[in-house]
């Protein structure tokens, strides 16, 4: 599985930008997928994660409120939507997907992912 992450970039605090991630590759089963975050000198943290059946999320208190992750199965894509945004959000963003057996659990760790993106930048400043 390859995923691709696009639509970060530089925005104004406040503003809004909605980031995609395009999966191929063998995608014939569905999996759970996440967004994930690294600042420099910080770990990647967790931001939204979302089940395999699509009914069941996750958001760091940090973005609740704030940031919105969905999915289009049909589309092979998750996104997510991300307002009000805060010059604590700059980070490199990653989407991962988990081979998860469960369709109804949602994954909050690294280690629960088996694939990544390379990674898109958002910066928001003051």
């Known amino acids: 599985v390859q995923l691709v992450e696009s639509g970060g970039g530089l925005v104004e605090a406040g503003g809004s930008l909605r980031l995609s991630c395009a999966a191929s590759?063998?995608?014939?089963?569905?999996?759970?997928m996440g967004w994930f975050r690294q600042a420099p000198g910080k770990e990647r943290e967790v931001v939204a994660a979302?089940?395999?059946?699509?009914?069941?999320?996750y958001y760091a208190d940090s973005v609740k409120g704030r940031f919105t992750i969905s999915i289009d199965n049909a589309k092979k894509t998750v996104y997510l939507q991300m307002n009000s945004l805060k010059p604590e959000d700059t980070a490199v963003y990653y989407c991962?997907?988990?081979?998860?057996?469960?369709?109804?659990?949602?994954?909050?760790?690294?280690?629960?992912?088996?694939?990544w993106g390379q990674g898109t930048q958002v910066t928001v400043s003051s």
């Open positions: 991962a997907a988990g081979a998860s057996p469960f369709r109804r659990v949602v994954n909050t760790t690294p280690n629960d992912y088996n694939y």
């Open positions: 590759g063998s995608t014939s089963r569905t999996y759970a």
């Open positions: 979302i089940s395999k059946s699509g009914g069941n999320t």
